[in-house]
């Protein structure tokens, strides 16, 4: 018991080390950075992070990526948690090429869709919306949900759904209130890919938005300056960008801790 | 092991339990002869799993000892107790073929090939899961699969007792009978113990030679299925076993008679002394197969509006209002279904009374 | 697995269907138009056929920059499937303050924008400003990624690692906590190892998990852009240029998007054959998800 534990906490660690090194960085003015190397700092400043939250530019990065994370989650979940059921429960002409063919669509390097989206959203006037950005996501996300889905929900016996509807359940009934809540570690997990892959995606988001909807990623590429990069700003925009995943994942927690109940008695 | 005895056996799943109603199991203290077929019967949460995971060994209990025979085997793991358990639904090892899966636990335990293809052939035989051996345990049916759980059990030849959780659950209904008589033909060839949990009373009814019927953590009655129908111990058991349960009406005594609301019934002397010297609230029980619906008018009884009249199949139900209550009694295939009121019957023998929902006797 | 034979579904997938199939049609086409053509300037073009096709697949960096993504996927597989599960197994599956800080820990590299990772394992490894930089040279040995090949390697290989194994761990540990404990008790009854019980049992049942897992490492592993750019910026010399960058490379640095257009097909192609090939193989290991 005690080894494995001791082998997590290592690891754990070394996974934390150049998170604390950003924290680090975070709390220091650039002079002090680049001047020495301490790993407790002495003179802690929170002049990065005051900038960040008092400069329009900045906070409204992170607002903006919230809103389309956040857009992109609910589409793809909704959409996709029918769809994954169906390819799990029906079998139906062309089923099996349809799901691989979704996947097909996370198979090419972004910088190919970026010119044809930016033509396709330009013609519908939808640049430099929230919309846009969470549905060029979806491109990538909605087959992502859907497979990891159609694995959470494969995993539940199709006997039950029979039972349940020899019950007498009606569809919409018993998919959510018996279903939905035994794959809730699938649901969980698959939340938190969409909106993690949503949050850090740089290409689609930067280029399909010009102020209104720009994103926390982009304008951190403006820290280079004439002097070089603004080390203490981006270490602190570094770490504002994991806090919202960390809700996220905090809040799913209980989602992918708990494990399948199949009844009790 | 000689016979599996519960003593004085509590569980509470919470780490600090005070009060009583914390405990999944209050005091469950029994022995169980070998070679018996036990039905665990009780509603869900009713703690009849838990039970059945503490003889397992997969639970241990919060305080009691369990033995089997005269060896206290409570801090023995499963593996080392002679049990076997099916779950209800299939466990089985997806990745082997039939064969392997039930050639696994002796493999576990370090046989010989030579004994392990014997014993599992012989098992395979005895479940006719003989045409299967060489295929993936994944792509068989359900019904297939929960043989192969019971196979698991059935190789070893140590194993005394064999229990069952809910095992049928997601069987097919035609495929259950099957089953059932396959668990009875083992049963008898075998002569295990055979403990099997179940909140369907049907299949209790069935299955067991003696039924422990259990209710919020206790054990209410152990018995045939015929004692159990005839003389519940506890109101519970005379509401949840029989289909519809026992009728139950609220009464006192008046001299040696019944009285309920205006009527008197009258029932013999042994049931009145008993009634008048017990304390509590007061019902009597009658199981609507024996509230006789008389066709003749001189017969003794009491006339009473229908008020619903029920289909099952075989026989009909009628609900009756007798003074302010309703009552179910049952009317065989052939006999008449009276239209608007019926003329009741309560057989002596079979009125049964209870004292604060225990019976009398 | 019982399925029921139902046209239906396609009711079902008709969202999921439409949206991506809309977006996914448009940029192809686009896509397939450039690379059969030359494009000298907004509306000036020529069709030439299959030509920009050959002149990709004739091209020796193109090669080069070949190998060293199939290198570099190879091992972020080798390193990271393993090691994901392994942490899986690890991890507290009770409800708790154990398990809640775990996965948030765990999860955190993640989380961070791709650009900021690179600049994060820029600065992590700078002898002068960086914790691991200055460990090393502490240690007596010179490191320095901009100026030697295997540096570069290793230091992106403990970026990718650090930064991607959790994804593995996250499905794996997702996949453990759907197993019916009923499994984990029927296996103590029948006595079987922790090794049994790992083979026969989780293994087996979180083969779904593992296949995303595999071919989501595989596929952005292959198509990896941000993170080495940001760096190495391909270099020293051309050592890390893998296909992505180099892709860029042409179409954005000589700004050719005809050829750009070609390998962007023959890329998808190659992704497209690695991914079918794993999705086949691990749908028979276990003698297939519709049998």
Request: with cysteine; aromatic share 12%; net charge neutral.
């Amino acid at each position: 018991m005690k080894k494995r534990y001791i082998t997590l906490t290592v690891y754990l660690v070394v996974i934390m080390l150049p998170i604390y090194w950003m924290l680090n960085m975070s709390l220091r003015t650039n002079a002090d950075i680049m001047a020495q190397l301490v790993f407790f700092p002495t003179d802690i400043t929170f002049s990065n992070y005051m900038k960040i939250f008092t400069d329009p530019a900045w906070y409204n990065g992170y607002i903006n990526s919230i809103i389309y994370v956040v857009l992109n989650t609910i589409i793809c979940l909704v959409t996709a948690l029918p769809a994954a059921y169906a390819f799990s429960r029906f079998s139906f002409i062309g089923d099996k090429h349809v799901f691989f063919w979704l996947l097909t669509n996370r198979m090419s390097p972004a910088a190919v869709f970026l010119l044809p989206f930016f033509q396709l959203y330009s013609t519908f006037g939808l640049i430099d919306t929230h919309i846009a950005v969470a549905m060029a996501h979806c491109l990538f996300n909605i087959p992502l949900t859907v497979w990891i889905l159609e694995g959470f929900i494969s995993g539940v016996p199709i006997e039950i759904d029979e039972m349940a509807f020899i019950d007498g359940y009606k569809f919409p009934r018993f998919f959510f209130f018996v279903f939905v809540p035994l794959i809730r570690s699938g649901i969980g997990v698959a939340a938190f890919f969409c909106f993690m892959f949503s949050w850090v995606e740089l290409l689609f988001a930067r280029t399909l938005t010009t102020t209104a909807a720009k994103p926390i990623a982009a304008t951190m590429t403006r820290t280079v300056s004439a002097s070089g990069l603004d080390w203490g700003l981006l270490a602190a925009a570094g770490i504002l960008t994991i806090v919202p995943g960390a809700l996220v994942i905090y809040f799913v927690r209980n989602y992918l801790a708990k494990g399948f109940a199949l009844g009790r008695v | 092991m000689a016979q599996i005895n519960l003593d004085e056996i509590a569980h509470s799943y919470l780490p600090d339990v005070q009060k009583e109603d914390e405990y999944a199991l209050k005091r469950i203290h029994n022995i169980w002869d070998d070679g018996g077929a036990y039905a665990l019967l009780g509603p869900s949460g009713c703690g009849k799993t838990t039970l059945l995971n503490i003889i397992s060994g997969l639970l241990k209990p919060s305080s009691g000892r369990v033995k089997f025979g005269d060896i206290d085997v409570t801090d023995l793991p499963p593996e080392k107790r002679n049990i076997a358990q099916v779950f209800q639904f299939p466990v089985l090892y997806d990745t082997m073929t039939v064969f392997n899966n039930l050639a696994f636990p002796l493999k576990n335990r370090g046989f010989d090939k030579e004994y392990i293809d014997k014993r599992v052939r012989e098992v395979a035989q005895i479940l006719e899961l003989e045409p299967f051996l060489n295929k993936r345990a994944e792509g068989l049916g359900a019904d297939a699969k929960q043989k192969i759980s019971l196979g698991r059990g059935l190789v070893r030849e140590d194993v005394a007792a064999i229990l069952f959780d809910e095992p049928l659950t997601v069987i097919d209904p035609q495929l259950k009978w099957e089953l059932r008589c396959k668990l009875k033909e083992i049963h008898e060839k075998l002569q295990l113990t055979l403990i099997y949990v179940t909140h369907d009373q049907v299949e209790a009814l069935t299955f067991a030679d003696k039924i422990i019927v259990m209710y919020e953590g206790w054990i209410v009655q152990v018995g045939t299925p015929q004692e159990l129908f005839e003389y519940p111990n506890h109101k519970f058991v005379g509401y949840f076993i029989g289909s519809p349960g026992m009728n139950f009406i609220p009464c006192t005594m008046e001299g040696d008679q019944i009285k309920v609301g205006d009527a008197l019934i009258p029932v013999d002397k042994k049931t009145a002394a008993l009634a008048k010297a017990a304390k509590g609230k007061l019902e009597m029980g009658i199981r609507p197969l024996y509230l006789k619906v008389s066709q003749s008018p001189d017969e003794e009884g009491f006339d009473v509006p229908v008020t619903g009249v029920e289909d099952q199949g075989s026989h009909r139900i009628i609900s009756v209002d007798f003074q302010g209550f309703t009552l179910k009694a049952r009317i065989a295939e052939n006999d008449p279904i009276p239209e608007s009121t019926a003329r009741i019957c309560f057989s002596k023998e079979w009125i049964r009374l209870f004292a604060d929902e225990k019976l009398l006797k | 697995m019982k399925k029921w034979q139902d046209n239906k579904g396609w009711l079902f997938i008709l969202p999921v269907f439409l949206i991506v199939a809309f977006s996914a049609i448009v940029p192809l086409m686009t896509v397939v138009n450039y690379s059969i053509q030359d494009i000298f300037g907004p509306g000036q073009s020529v069709f030439v056929g299959t030509e920009w096709f050959r002149e990709v697949l004739r091209d020796q960096r193109l090669h080069e920059a070949l190998w060293r993504q199939l290198l570099f996927s190879g091992l972020v597989l080798l390193i990271e499937m393993p090691l994901g599960i392994g942490i899986a197994l690890l991890m507290p599956a009770k409800k708790g303050f154990g398990a809640s800080l775990v996965l948030v820990t765990l999860a955190l590299p993640l989380l961070i924008p791709w650009n900021v990772i690179g600049t994060i394992w820029i600065i992590f490894t700078r002898p002068d400003i960086g914790l691991m930089g200055a460990a090393i040279n502490a240690m007596g040995l010179t490191f320095d990624h901009t100026a030697s090949g295997l540096h570069a390697w290793i230091t992106l290989m403990l970026m990718e690692v650090w930064h991607w194994t959790p994804l593995v761990a996250l499905l794996a540990y997702a996949g453990l906590q759907s197993i019916p404990p009923a499994y984990y008790q029927a296996a103590k009854i029948d006595g079987a190892s922790s090794w049994s019980i790992f083979r026969y049992i989780q293994l087996p049942k979180m083969r779904g998990v593992l296949t995303i897992a595999l071919l989501l490492r595989f596929m952005d592993s292959f198509l990896i852009y941000a993170e080495p750019f940001v760096l190495t910026g391909g270099g020293p010399g051309n050592t890390t240029t893998f296909l992505s960058i180099y892709l860029v490379k042409i179409a954005v640095g000589q700004f050719d998007l005809g050829p750009a257009g070609a390998f962007s097909l023959i890329y998808f192609l190659i992704v497209l054959l690695f991914c079918y090939l794993f999705y086949q193989a691990l749908l028979n290991v276990g003698g297939g998800k519709e049998s």
